[in-house]
């Protein structure tokens, strides 16, 4: 069994006001001078890191149902993008990673800062949609995922699942999942990475095994970055550290914990307000409207411990964690365009002060029986406890971005969000092959949540009180067939129904939802495609269809003024995604995808300049119908290496009632540089033709939107020793 584990974030020291471009070379010819020596052989016992990518793909999921299996033996649709295949893009972020993941859409940046991302699945942006795993438990717990302190250096692999997740998850998901795994801690060999580029952008990475004696290992991570951007005052500093430590698998018998600690500290940009049917020209391009001094911060810490073991015929599994993060905010949006300090203040600020527990309990056993039959049954507990504490006040700043006068923090952080939440479910799958060419899968979760929250306003005179419990079955069941196999390919088919349901979303937005609980929020879903492997293995190919009906979809709204959630009536969601992946003589890959989404509300009524409106027909915001990737890649193990890459996002409403519609628009990468078995030298550029369309919605300011981010480059030089 494969362990399982959890990050955190917490801070290490900024790197506010070092200029990165000027330390880089630096940091670079000390890196050649001290390690050059390693790299050029004076050990010649130690094994070079293979570094290429494979020719022919040996990928392990455990996503699907937490047991380890090949993706093209689950009634799902499931890719698995390796470290090597990262580490060939050059990927540092959500976004770059996935670029060429089927049907899967990365917003960089949002409401969560300049180091947060948007995935959306299936036409679905929203935040809280997905479902974020880092080494088998659920990354951000009891709220919403944990983006910003994703950290995805030293990675073994990336499982994407479209669909909803699991019964094996209780945090679940409704449109996918994306698995996070880090190498384990026997893997040989230390790396050392400094990386430049744009905007003052710089840092550095060091990962190293260190054996403990006996049976236990190590392995630890240090990463520290400072990332620029072209934005008014809007940057990130990141320090990570991750340390591993297990004991070898022995006849199934294996002891791991984890420890992670990320210390992100954020400048925010300012989304652009939208004036009618198109984004207004009052607020120029990266003009940022934050107050003075603003802040974004999110210090997290994780601790995890998990066995596998033999218990009589099944083997057990079970994972503890427990986390902490401290999330600090200052800032503010525009509410009016107005340009005139003496028609009254255009802009709304945010002081804030979140702190955020979590605490995640999964065990499990499993089974092979007779007659072919795999049986998993096991329970998980999620608490999650999360208090808010601030003030909203309003201030003015021109649209230029410059600001009349100093504007003061509130003196009393005195509005508070309070919350507990308790999720318990039990639950339980089967897998049964009565034909060697034939499987069925189902599954079944009691879903057990209680949430209580309180609001208090002492400057208002208000407080409230709600608490929710909703006890509801899930579960799905599948089938996959064989249609046809020889030697190592193979085609299958295969169909799957899912009934998932999740409590609502909260983001502890003051003076969010009035004190009261939303509906959980319910969806009942059909998917059946086809996947093959052909010439080898060397193509794979997979091709799907899906129709989702959902209720209580949570969307922004306004609550007198300050943005808030409510849930959103039904919807109902369908769409085809295909690709297919070559892996070519001579060291070169090729992806290729496309994505049709449907994405449609029911029964929605939003009141709208004072009316009810009913929004039935009408296609959800910022979901584009036409998604396509295409990527070729060349990585041989010494020599030249170079790849592009190329994204489309087809147009797409910029709001509900669908009155402005942005056009489509194409983003390019290219990647060039030069490797041996023991060092890197490399350059990335991100969006090479610099568009800066819009990508999200703010779920503060009303009508107002995040852009793709600027061209970016970057070089990067890492030595293996």
């Known amino acids: 069994?494969?362990?399982?584990?959890?990050?955190?974030?917490?801070?290490?020291?900024?790197?506010?006001?070092?200029?990165?471009?000027?330390?880089?070379?630096?940091?670079?010819?000390?890196?050649?001078?001290?390690?050059?020596?390693?790299?050029?052989?004076?050990?010649?016992?130690?094994?070079?890191?293979?570094?290429?990518?494979?020719?022919?793909?040996?990928?392990?999921?455990?996503?699907?149902?937490?047991?380890?299996?090949?993706?093209?033996?689950?009634?799902?649709?499931?890719?698995?993008?390796?470290?090597?295949?990262?580490?060939?893009?050059?990927?540092?972020?959500?976004?770059?990673?996935?670029?060429?993941?089927?049907?899967?859409?990365?917003?960089?940046?949002?409401?969560?800062?300049?180091?947060?991302?948007?995935?959306?699945?299936?036409?679905?942006?929203?935040?809280?949609?997905?479902?974020?795993?880092?080494?088998?438990?659920?990354?951000?717990?009891?709220?919403?995922?944990?983006?910003?302190?994703?950290?995805?250096?030293?990675?073994?692999?990336?499982?994407?699942?479209?669909?909803p997740a699991p019964v094996t998850f209780g945090a679940t998901s409704f449109v996918g999942v994306i698995h996070v795994v880090?190498?384990?801690?026997?893997?040989?060999?230390?790396?050392?990475?400094?990386?430049?580029?744009?905007?003052?952008?710089?840092?550095?990475?060091?990962?190293?095994?260190?054996?403990?004696?006996?049976?236990?290992?190590?392995?630890?991570?240090?990463?520290?970055?400072?990332?620029?951007?072209?934005?008014?005052?809007?940057?990130?500093?990141?320090?990570?550290?991750?340390?591993?430590?297990?004991?070898?698998?022995?006849?199934?018998?294996?002891?791991?914990?984890?420890?992670?600690?990320?210390?992100?500290?954020?400048d925010p940009a300012s989304p652009r307000v939208r004036d009618g049917a198109t984004l207004s020209s009052q607020n120029a391009l990266d003009r940022n409207y934050n107050p003075p001094g603003d802040f974004l911060n999110n210090h997290r810490f994780t601790g995890s411990v998990g066995f596998d073991r033999k218990a009589g015929g099944a083997l057990w599994s079970t994972t503890g964690s427990v986390s902490h993060s401290?999330?600090?905010?200052?800032?503010?949006?525009?509410?009016?365009?107005?340009?005139?300090?003496?028609?009254?203040?255009?802009?709304?600020?945010?002081?804030?002060?979140?702190?955020?527990?979590?605490?995640?309990?999964?065990?499990?056993?499993?089974?092979k029986l007779p007659h072919a039959v795999t049986f998993l049954a096991g329970a998980d507990y999620l608490h999650g406890t999360g208090l808010a504490q601030g003030a909203d006040f309003n201030y003015f700043v021109h649209l230029n971005g410059s600001f009349p006068a100093s504007i003061p923090k509130p003196d009393a952080l005195d509005v508070t969000v309070d919350d507990h939440r308790d999720f318990f479910g039990p639950y339980a799958s089967v897998e049964w092959q009565p034909l060697d060419r034939l499987r069925f899968d189902a599954g079944i979760r009691l879903n057990v949540p209680r949430e209580t929250q309180e609001n208090a306003d002492p400057g208002a005179g208000t407080s409230s009180k709600d608490n929710q419990t909703n006890t509801r079955a899930s579960g799905s069941v599948a089938a996959?067939?064989?249609?046809?196999?020889?030697n190592q390919d193979s085609l299958h088919l295969y169909v799957n129904y899912r009934d998932t349901f999740k409590p609502a979303a909260i983001d502890f937005g003051i003076g969010e939802g009035g004190g009261q609980i939303l509906k959980p929020e319910t969806s009942r879903s059909v998917e059946g495609g086809v996947k093959g492997q052909f010439f080898d293995r060397r193509m794979e190919w997979e091709a799907s269809g899906f129709f989702m009906d959902f209720s209580n979809l949570v969307v922004a709204t306004d609550v007198g003024g300050v943005p808030g959630l409510t849930n959103a009536?039904?919807?109902?969601?369908?769409?085809?995604?295909?690709?297919?992946?070559?892996?070519?003589?001579?060291d070169v890959m090729a992806r290729v995808t496309y994505s049709f989404h449907d994405a449609k509300f029911i029964d929605f009524v939003q009141i709208f300049d004072g009316a009810p409106t009913q929004l039935a027909g009408k296609q959800l915001e910022m979901s584009p119908r036409h998604l396509a990737a295409v990527s070729l890649l060349y990585i041989p193990v010494r020599g030249f290496l170079g790849g592009v890459s190329m994204n489309y996002t087809g147009s797409r409403f910029l709001d509900k009632r669908n009155r402005a519609l942005a056009d489509g628009f194409p983003t390019v990468d290219l990647s060039?540089?030069?490797?041996?078995?023991?060092?890197?030298?490399?350059?990335?550029?991100?969006?090479?033709?610099?568009?800066?369309?819009?990508?999200?919605?703010?779920?503060?300011?009303?009508?107002?939107?995040?852009?793709?981010?600027?061209?970016?480059?970057?070089?990067?030089?890492?030595?293996?020793?």
């Open 1 to 163: 069994m494969l362990r399982k584990a959890i990050l955190v974030s917490t801070t290490l020291p900024t790197l506010r006001n070092v200029p990165a471009m000027k330390i880089l070379p630096g940091l670079l010819a000390l890196v050649i001078f001290v390690f050059a020596p390693c790299a050029v052989g004076q050990n010649p016992a130690a094994p070079a890191p293979q570094q290429n990518l494979p020719k022919i793909k040996e990928h392990v999921e455990v996503t699907a149902t937490r047991l380890p299996e090949e993706p093209e033996e689950v009634p799902a649709p499931i890719e698995v993008f390796t470290g090597d295949e990262l580490l060939a893009r050059g990927a540092r972020d959500l976004r770059s990673a996935l670029t060429s993941a089927i049907g899967v859409e990365i917003a960089p940046g949002g409401d969560a800062g300049p180091a947060g991302s948007v995935p959306a699945f299936w036409g679905l942006k929203e935040f809280d949609a997905f479902l974020l795993v880092v080494d088998g438990v659920p990354w951000g717990g009891a709220f919403n995922p944990a983006v910003t302190t994703l950290d995805l250096n030293d990675v073994e692999r990336i499982e994407v699942l479209r669909g």
């Open 326 to 367: 401290r999330q600090d905010i200052f800032g503010g949006f525009l509410t009016t365009l107005s340009d005139d300090p003496l028609a009254g203040d255009n802009a709304h600020g945010l002081q804030e002060r979140i702190h955020l527990t979590d605490v995640y309990v999964d065990s499990h056993l499993s089974w």
């Open 480 to 486: 996959i067939f064989n249609a046809w196999q020889r």
């Open 182 to 266: 880090h190498k384990g801690v026997e893997t040989p060999g230390r790396t050392l990475t400094v990386h430049g580029g744009s905007y003052g952008s710089g840092g550095g990475l060091f990962s190293t095994r260190i054996p403990l004696g006996g049976n236990w290992s190590s392995r630890l991570t240090l990463d520290g970055e400072r990332q620029g951007f072209s934005d008014d005052r809007t940057e990130y500093r990141r320090g990570h550290a991750l340390w591993r430590v297990g004991t070898k698998p022995v006849e199934d018998r294996q002891t791991w914990f984890n420890l992670d600690v990320n210390w992100l500290d954020q």
């Open 569 to 586: 009536g039904d919807d109902h969601f369908r769409g085809f995604e295909t690709g297919a992946s070559a892996f070519l003589p001579h």
């Open 672 to 721: 060039a540089g030069y490797r041996t078995p023991r060092w890197e030298l490399r350059v990335d550029a991100r969006n090479l033709a610099d568009r800066r369309d819009p990508v999200s919605e703010s779920e503060l300011g009303d009508a107002q939107y995040y852009l793709m981010t600027s061209r970016r480059v970057e070089g990067s030089f890492s030595v293996h020793f």
